[in-house]
């Protein structure tokens, strides 16, 4: 068997994790699991990547679709943007790895550059007034919470409720901070 070169292992290793990520999650993928997939070494993969959050991290990014958050009125922004969050399986998996990582240094700046560009920047555009960015910084916040209850609490009354209400229900709590 050919032997690879670093970078041509560091693409496999890259290439199975997002692909393992995506499927499974990062807490159901292992380090073992990448590496099996990738035709390597698990030391390999820490050598590469130097944890499994930041390997997660480099394949695996945050970002919504800013379209369809700026092709509806002003009015509709709240219902629109929680129909965004809860329709993309991405997001939970990407949300709770940043979260459960936030203690490590490059982790944490990445979640602060997530939050602002993914959330508060989109919201901020289709904005006015002195409150702009208050607002689009208080509507991630709220938007913030109910992704805490659903997917680190795990409120069981909440993640039972049909997603449509819950659109609906908090797209009107999030319009409050949007157009007061």
Same mark, same amino acid.
């Given at each position: 068997?050919?032997?690879? !070169?670093?970078?041509?292992?560091?693409?496999?290793?890259?290439? =199975?994790? !997002?692909?393992? *990520?995506?499927?499974?999650?990062?807490? +159901?993928?292992? &380090?073992?699991?990448? =590496?099996?997939?990738?035709? !390597?070494?698990?030391?390999? $993969?820490?050598?590469? *990547?130097?944890?499994?959050? %930041?390997? *997660?991290? /480099?394949? $695996?990014?945050?970002? %919504? @679709?800013?379209?369809?958050?700026?092709?509806? #009125?002003?009015?509709?922004?709240?219902?629109?943007?929680? /129909?965004?969050? %809860?329709?993309? @399986?991405?997001?939970?998996?990407?949300?709770?790895?940043? $979260?459960?990582?936030?203690?490590?240094?490059?982790?944490?700046? +990445?979640?602060?550059?997530?939050?602002?560009?993914? *959330?508060?920047?989109?919201?901020?555009?289709?904005?006015?007034?002195? @409150? =702009?960015?208050?607002?689009?910084?208080?509507?991630?916040? $709220? &938007?913030?919470?109910?992704?805490?209850?659903?997917?680190?609490?795990? @409120?069981?009354?909440?993640? =039972?409720?049909?997603?449509?209400?819950?659109?609906?229900?908090?797209?009107?709590?999030?319009?409050?901070?949007?157009? #007061?």
């Amino acid at each position: 068997m050919a032997r690879r !070169s670093g970078e041509a292992t560091r693409e496999e290793i890259r290439s =199975a994790a !997002s692909r393992l *990520f995506r499927e499974r999650g990062f807490a +159901r993928t292992s &380090v073992r699991d990448i =590496a099996a997939l990738a035709r !390597s070494n698990p030391a390999l $993969v820490i050598r590469h *990547f130097g944890t499994k959050e %930041l390997l *997660f991290l /480099e394949t $695996v990014d945050l970002s %919504l @679709d800013d379209e369809p958050l700026l092709d509806v #009125p002003l009015e509709q922004l709240g219902e629109r943007f929680v /129909e965004r969050l %809860l329709a993309d @399986d991405d997001i939970r998996g990407v949300y709770l790895a940043l $979260v459960r990582g936030s203690n490590e240094e490059q982790i944490r700046v +990445r979640l602060q550059k997530i939050h602002e560009g993914t *959330f508060v920047a989109p919201v901020r555009a289709r904005l006015s007034g002195a @409150d =702009a960015d208050l607002r689009a910084r208080l509507a991630a916040a $709220v &938007v913030g919470g109910l992704l805490y209850a659903l997917w680190v609490v795990g @409120d069981e009354r909440l993640v =039972a409720t049909d997603p449509r209400e819950l659109v609906v229900r908090y797209g009107a709590l999030l319009q409050q901070v949007l157009t #007061p």
